[in-house]
């Protein structure tokens, strides 16, 4: 059965700090991927898609980046934090049309 | 553009009744379907249903049923003999069958269900 692993489960950082989440996909070959945030009290905002190895799709500007160097990992990265980038950002797979499925998130808080 | 609306910030259901928590959509496109999914306090999204725009019948799976009336273009959540368990965010989303491969799915906000015992 697929499984999706996402760490750290909680991150504090300082504002200017750089940034780095990691999510992995197994049990599958070639998923869809896809970076959320989720603001206090809020729906999912989509932030990344992916749909193969360095084909990344960003959907809302922002100081945030993301990588899919291998086919079922899937990374979020920022060089420089900002206050407003706290939040909890959760990663998900799907494979063709089916659902998505979520990682257990990560919540991020920036000091 | 697609827009996913929930107008119930909060629900209160007693344990063993049944309660409906309302989604609407809008959409110009044919094709698309529509999900539910739990979001529990500690956080991870759970697939709850999914429903087509050409089923001809209403998705359940176990205690989850989805009333979808299309030509209203809604699409609510059924849950039948409430749980405390079932106590969490529930959120409604989207995803168009035309936009390619990237199957990317648009949230609405949210309801907030609570089950008293």
């Known amino acids: 059965s697929q499984t999706i692993h996402q760490w750290p489960a909680t991150l504090v950082q300082p504002v200017g700090s750089p940034l780095s989440l990691e999510c992995t996909v197994e049990g599958t070959s070639n998923p869809n991927l896809y970076w959320y945030r989720q603001a206090a009290g809020r729906g999912l905002q989509l932030l990344f898609y992916?749909?193969?190895?360095?084909?990344i799709s960003s959907e809302v500007p922002q100081n945030l980046s993301a990588s899919r160097p291998q086919d079922r990992q899937f990374i979020l990265s920022s060089k420089k934090l900002l206050l407003s980038d706290s939040g909890f950002y959760l990663c998900?797979?799907?494979?063709?049309?089916?659902?998505?499925?979520f990682g257990d998130g990560t919540r991020l808080s920036i000091l | 553009a697609q827009k996913i609306t929930q107008t119930q910030p909060g629900m209160f259901v007693q344990e063993k009744e049944a309660v409906t928590l309302d989604c609407t959509y809008d959409?110009?496109?044919?094709?698309?379907?529509l999900f539910w999914y739990k979001q529990p306090s500690s956080g991870e999204m759970i697939f709850l249903i999914y429903q087509g725009s050409y089923d001809e019948q209403n998705a359940t799976e176990g205690r989850y049923s989805l009333n979808f009336q299309k030509a209203r273009k809604s699409a609510n959540l059924v849950i039948s003999a409430s749980q405390l368990g079932d106590s969490a965010m529930y959120f409604c989303a989207m995803r168009l069958n035309s936009g390619g491969s990237n199957y990317k799915l648009t949230f609405g906000k949210g309801t907030l269900l609570t089950v008293n015992p």
């Open positions: 959409t110009s496109d044919q094709s698309y379907g």
């Open positions: 998900a797979w799907s494979y063709s049309n089916q659902p998505q499925h």
């Open positions: 992916s749909i193969g190895i360095d084909q």
